[in-house]
Structures are given as C-alpha cells and as structure tokens.
C-alpha cells in the first residue's frame, strides 16, 4: 500500500509570506501528527489531529496551525515566516488514536530566504 | 515526558552485531520504550516496541532490563543500510505524540 505522501518536497519562500504543506497518510490511518526538524533542534513535535481534531500541541507559536480534513487528509500552514523556520517539515500516520506506530514521510524542506 | 540518554555516536563493522544502549531512568511503569531510525535524507521509520519482555522481529531485538530503566537495541548483523540516527523514546500509552532526543548516530564500516 502507498506510504505517507508529502507535498512538495521543496520549497522556498520569503520572509514575510505563508506556505501551506500537505500530508496524505497510509489509507485507513485517522491519526496524523507533524514534526519540525532543524539542525539545532532536532525533531520536535508541532502537532497531532485525529478525525478533524487536533489532539496535542507543541511548544510552537500561534503561526503554526494545521487541520485535518475529513479523508484524513492534512495540511500545515505557517504564516508571517521568518528565516528560522527553514526546516524538514515530517508528517506521520498512524492507525488508532494514540497509536505509537508511527509511518514517516520523506518529509517538506522549507527553506525561507 | 521521560529523560532517554544515548551515545552521539557509535561504530560498528558490517555483517558484526551491534548493541545500542539507551538509559531511561525516569521512566514510569506503563511506558512503552520504542525504537525509531533515521536513514539519511528520509524521514523516521519504526524499528521496534517493548514493555517489559524483550523483543524481537525481522529487523531487530530489543533487550529491555528488568528494572526498566534501560534498554538495549540489538542489530545481529548490520549492513551498510543500518547507518542511521537510532532514537530510543519512551511512549505514555495513548500518548499522541513522539518526543525525539538526539539519538545515536550509528556508522558501519564496509
């Protein structure tokens, strides 16, 4: 079966405006959470939804939102972007809510110039 | 969420085992301890789970200590597609979220 799809995988903005990311997970998956990785800080976690509710959040600011459409389908939106948050942007499926099995994707590399 | 120490880095030759220790003394009694790997230019991938029993399935084991507060990730004969950053995290049940330390980042030598 297909794996966890993020769209695009590149992508280059500049201060200033929004972008928005896609994340189509495993078919039969209702939990998708997303994560931020930077060399300085490594992995972190932004947020999770499950069946159009977002479930948990990360220490991140109010710039960073997301929302789950009802095939489970997800989209994060980062608005007013700074050069900091040029990142790898990774999605990830899950069956069951809080099931810890998670399937990553290739991710989305924002770079904000 | 609990403390996890690992090694930065670790080195290993192909076709040898390789044991990667992770101590998570903070633990609680219903967290799962999972493995996670990070193949260069990809995103994480499951490598395995425990409770309280060691594990095994095709890619790994997993060696767990009795008093929980570490654990041991076990590769028995590591091939150059091993070379990754290993992540040991500890998992409340139920939790909707996976809290990544640093990692081991693991060569194999040819």
């Known amino acids: 079966k297909a794996g966890v799809t993020q769209t695009p995988r590149y992508l280059i903005k500049t201060r200033g405006q929004q972008v928005t990311l896609s994340c189509s997970p495993i078919?039969?998956?209702?939990?998708v959470s997303w994560y931020q990785q930077t060399p300085g800080q490594g992995l972190q976690f932004l947020f999770e939804?499950?069946?159009?509710?977002?479930?948990n959040k990360g220490n991140f600011p109010g710039r960073f939102s997301g929302r789950q459409f009802s095939n489970s389908r997800s989209e994060m939106n980062v608005s007013t972007l700074e050069l900091g948050d040029s990142a790898l942007y990774l999605c990830?499926?899950?069956?069951?809510?809080?099931?810890?099995?998670?399937?990553f994707g290739q991710g989305t590399r924002l770079t904000v110039v | 969420d609990a403390k996890t120490t690992q090694p930065n880095s670790m080195e290993s030759n192909e076709e040898e085992p390789v044991h990667l220790p992770c101590n998570h003394s903070?633990?609680?009694?219903?967290?799962?301890i999972h493995w996670y790997r990070q193949l260069p230019s990809q995103g994480p991938e499951y490598v395995i789970h425990?409770?309280?029993s060691n594990v095994n399935n095709r890619m790994a084991s997993l060696a767990i200590a009795e008093d929980r507060k570490s654990s041991t990730l076990i590769l028995h004969r590591a091939t150059l597609r091993d070379a990754a950053v290993y992540y040991c995290i500890p998992i409340i049940q139920g939790a909707q979220k996976l809290v990544f330390g640093q990692g081991t980042r693991l060569t194999i030598n040819p």
């Open positions: 425990g409770l309280t």
């Open positions: 939804y499950f069946s159009e509710t977002q479930r």
């Open positions: 990830a499926s899950s069956f069951r809510w809080g099931g810890t099995e998670a399937f």
């Open positions: 078919s039969g998956h209702r939990s």
């Open positions: 903070t633990i609680s009694g219903t967290d799962y």
